[in-house]
T-cell receptor, first 112, second 112 residues
């Protein structure tokens, strides 16, 4: 089955800096890669996703890049703000499957 | 439109007791999922359903049973609770197998 590794497990940045979270996956058949944000005590919420037919996708301060050859994808957050502090999860889904495999999460702390 | 809801929010069980967690969605979604979240372990899939009357095992199904008698409801049962089942349980649903998963608010379960 699919295996997703996520790094780093914790990330501390100053407000205004950029943050990058990286994930690798094992199944070359995976073609859908969502990112979820989970604030303390809350439910995970989708913030951005990418499919294997594109290499990059942006939404305001958030971007995701995908390298299918190397089987890794990354979340980029620019101009970080304290409200970006949360746990971020990456996930992967093989083509034809309906289940996601999640990474173990990255705790992002943005200090004012 | 309440989205995905879960009942109860919090429960304490003694070892060996049984209980049922209820997940309900009002979005007419076909697919429903049960995950458990443990510190440092990310979200792990317990069971899922691709439609009314169907269920399938996920990554960590042992000790749990599920039922999907109605399209809008997905029940997770613990027949004989163990301390290792102390966790936060999240339900999710999606319109199709290749669509975005939306999460419920979670159920915090403590097994003593």
């Amino acid at each position: 089955g699919e295996n997703v590794e996520q790094h780093p497990s914790t990330l501390s940045v100053q407000e205004g800096d950029s943050a990058v979270i990286k994930c690798t996956y094992s199944d070359s058949a995976s073609n859908y890669f969502p990112w979820y944000k989970q604030e303390l005590g809350k439910r995970p919420q989708l913030i951005i996703d990418i499919r294997s037919n594109v290499g990059e996708k942006k939404d305001q301060r958030i971007a995701v890049t995908l390298n299918k050859t190397a089987k890794h994808f990354s979340l980029h957050i620019t101009e970080t703000q304290p409200e970006d502090s949360a746990v971020y999860f990456c996930a992967a889904r093989p083509s034809g499957y309906s289940t996601l495999t999640f990474g173990k999460g990255t705790m992002l702390l943005v200090s004012p | 439109n309440a989205g995905v809801t879960q009942t109860p929010k919090f429960r304490v069980l003694k070892t060996g007791q049984s209980m049922t967690l209820l997940c309900a969605q009002d979005m007419n979604h076909e697919y429903m999922y049960w995950y458990r979240q443990d510190p440092g372990m990310g979200l792990r899939l317990i069971h899922y359903s691709v439609g009314e009357g169907t269920t399938a095992k996920g990554e960590v199904p042992d000790g749990y049973n599920v039922s999907r008698l109605k399209k809008q409801n997905f029940l997770l049962g613990l027949e004989s609770a163990a301390p290792s089942q102390t966790s936060v349980y999240f339900c999710a649903s999606s319109y199709g197998g290749q669509e975005t998963q939306y999460f419920g608010p979670g159920t915090r379960l403590l097994v003593l």
